[in-house]
């Protein structure tokens, strides 16, 4: 039954409605959850439901956990917009490439803890009549400093699932970011350290809590995302209590491993993030600084911080060696090696050329191309450069990894420096943390695990050729907010199908075969070329980036 709403509120939905599709029905849905009720829109022209900006935990106060709504508002609240974006830095865009779809949020501000429901439409009455439906729960990526769950749309595949017969809920979120998300330092108390994830994980419980009431099924929610939503995916899965929130995971291009891992008093170093802050702010760095921080106007406060976002090697995930309420008690890197984490269903992938969007194009403009012993003192820097300015890889590494990429398979470009760092780039953030990963759970102790890993080959049209199968190009196939790839194309479906599958029934399909140690194979992804091949690519170089004594020297113990 549906429960009153102002008129002027029904004459909005309906005139929505009306401009979706003039068969709309005339009856929008409606959920009732532990976050008040909620009347969404119909979209008859893709047959389903969308809910947007619904509250999965009360307004945040800054630097603090995320807090369950204890008293929902009486009436009925519009779920016809999304909620504000949270608070940010400016968008990532790499030789015209933007590193996700705009975000749609009302404001950017610290209010911002929403989420967004697709659903495919079986509404009869106002009441969701099928069976119970497995939920997506997509993380949105951006280097946990951009993005919201606004960017990314559901509908095509809640769709595809329906005309398939695997009917999904598709669910994103927001969450805190930046400083505002994973502040931390000497002056932060360990219970405000990864708010951010804190966040996600408090999204995770609203959707246990409320998923009967919008038609899901709380015994299959998958969690995913793609780079920094991926490396949020590995993060909950170290987290033992996780597994009463999700069932399965799928991680596309980025893991914990993807870059250097300091402790939560790095930033209080000169130039450190929360030095900087304190400068920026007035607030100083001693004592009270974290109160006069957190107390500050916002309007006041985000003009001055804001300008953090300019500062490099600004580390936004900061665990504190045994600090409580820092979801994981030390460095993930230890955890990796014992296969300490949950043995849930995973599929992993990366992306052929994952460096090319990651890399510095103005080695594209050299005129003329550098020697080759130019190049290889170039090289050394980016070798440098992963591991940040303030962590020193010995001399004799850096001259192995620059010896291991004097020639290169992909070369997109006519510059030979751009093509080995790229490369580079491609198997130190992107292949290399992922086959540590299988390798870890593989030799973990409950080693029969289902695993399943895929390399995505192909080039979107329309984009720089020198880009290759970049960083995030998968996502442009699940169709979700990149307007570039056609409906009806085959291998946009082909991907869809693998995870919507994987949501039902953790398993991605039979034609997919599980990632073992006798079968160490993956899947390869591209427009007619889409076959199982063995997992030896750069494989001497990523064995030799996941050596113990080179993970140190990265920093991947800690800094």
């Known amino acids: 039954m549906l429960l009153p709403f102002p008129s002027s509120l029904f004459l909005a939905i309906s005139l929505s409605a009306i401009l979706v599709s003039s068969t709309a029905s005339?009856?929008?849905?409606?959920?009732?959850?532990s976050s008040g009720t909620y009347v969404g829109l119909y979209d008859a022209a893709n047959g389903t439901d969308v809910f947007k900006g619904i509250r999965y935990a009360a307004p945040p106060k800054r630097f603090t956990q995320?807090?369950?709504?204890?008293?929902?508002?009486?009436?009925?609240?519009?779920?016809?917009?999304?909620?504000?974006?949270?608070?940010?830095?400016p968008p990532l865009v790499v030789a015209g490439v933007p590193y996700g779809p705009p975000i749609q949020g009302r404001n950017s501000t610290e209010d911002c803890l929403f989420l967004n429901i697709w659903r495919p439409s079986h509404?009869?009455?106002?009441?969701?009549?099928?069976?119970?439906?497995?939920?997506?729960?997509?993380?949105?990526?951006?280097?946990?400093?951009?993005?919201a769950g606004s960017e990314w749309d559901g509908t095509s595949l809640v769709r595809r699932s329906v005309a398939t017969k695997k009917p999904i809920i598709y669910i994103s979120i927001n969450y805190r970011l930046g400083f505002l998300g994973f502040i931390g330092g000497a002056q932060v108390p360990a219970t405000s350290s990864n708010v951010g994830y804190h966040d996600q994980r408090a999204a995770l419980r609203w959707i246990q809590d409320n998923a009967a009431s919008f038609g899901g099924d709380s015994s299959r929610v998958t969690i995913s995302g793609e780079s920094a939503g991926a490396l949020s995916v590995h993060t909950h899965l170290f987290y033992p209590d996780s597994r009463r929130t999700f069932h399965g995971a799928i991680a596309a291009s980025g893991g914990l491993l993807a870059g250097t891992t300091p402790d939560c008093t790095y930033n209080d170093r000169p130039g450190g993030a929360y030095d900087l802050l304190g400068n920026f702010t007035g607030c100083g760095t001693g004592k009270g600084s974290f109160e006069c921080m957190q107390n500050m106007p916002f309007d006041k406060f985000w003009p001055l911080a804001n300008k953090i976002y300019d500062?490099?090697?600004?580390?936004?995930?900061?665990?504190c060696k045994g600090g409580k309420g820092s979801?994981?008690?030390?460095?993930?890197?230890?955890?990796?090696?014992?296969?300490?984490f949950l043995n849930l269903p995973v599929m992993t992938g990366t992306t052929r050329n994952e460096g090319n969007l990651l890399i510095n194009t103005t080695f594209l403009e050299l005129d003329p191309q550098p020697s080759v012993a130019v190049q290889n003192i170039y090289l050394s820097a980016v070798v440098s450069g992963q591991a940040t300015n303030f962590h020193n890889v010995s001399q004799e590494t850096i001259d192995k990894i620059v010896s291991l990429y004097a020639d290169v398979p992909d070369k997109l470009s006519n510059s030979s420096l751009y093509n080995r760092a790229a490369q580079l780039v491609t198997d130190y953030a992107g292949l290399a943390p992922q086959r540590l990963f299988l390798e870890s759970a593989l030799a973990a102790k409950d080693s029969k695990r289902n695993l399943w890993?895929?390399?995505?080959?192909?080039?979107?049209?329309?984009?720089?050729?020198?880009?290759?199968?970049?960083?995030?190009?998968?996502?442009?196939?699940?169709?979700m907010g990149f307007p570039h790839i056609k409906e009806d194309d085959q291998l946009l479906t082909t991907f869809q199908d693998y995870w919507i599958s994987f949501v039902n029934g953790g398993d991605p399909g039979k034609l997919w075969p599980?990632?073992?140690?006798?079968?160490?194979?993956?899947?390869?992804?591209?427009?007619?070329?889409?076959?199982?091949?063995?997992?030896?690519?750069?494989?001497?170089?990523?064995d030799?980036?996941?050596?113990?004594?080179v993970l140190r020297e990265f920093g991947r113990f800690g800094i």
């Open 311 to 319: 500062v490099p090697n600004f580390h936004m995930w900061v665990p």
């Open 327 to 340: 979801l994981i008690d030390e460095f993930p890197i230890n955890k990796f090696l014992r296969g300490d």
């Open 66 to 89: 995320a807090m369950p709504i204890l008293k929902a508002p009486k009436e009925t609240q519009s779920a016809l917009e999304f909620g504000n974006d949270c608070a940010q830095a």
């Open 544 to 549: 030799y980036f996941n050596q113990v004594d």
């Open 453 to 479: 890993a895929y390399e995505f080959d192909q080039e979107p049209p329309n984009l720089p050729s020198f880009l290759g199968a970049f960083h995030s190009v998968d996502l442009y196939y699940l169709n």
């Open 123 to 147: 509404v009869s009455n106002g009441t969701f009549t099928t069976e119970k439906s497995p939920v997506l729960v997509y993380i949105h990526g951006g280097g946990l400093s951009t993005g």
């Open 26 to 33: 005339s009856t929008p849905p409606v959920i009732n959850t």
């Open 514 to 542: 599980r990632y073992s140690a006798d079968n160490k194979k993956v899947l390869r992804l591209a427009e007619g070329k889409i076959g199982v091949q063995a997992d030896t690519r750069q494989r001497e170089q990523t």
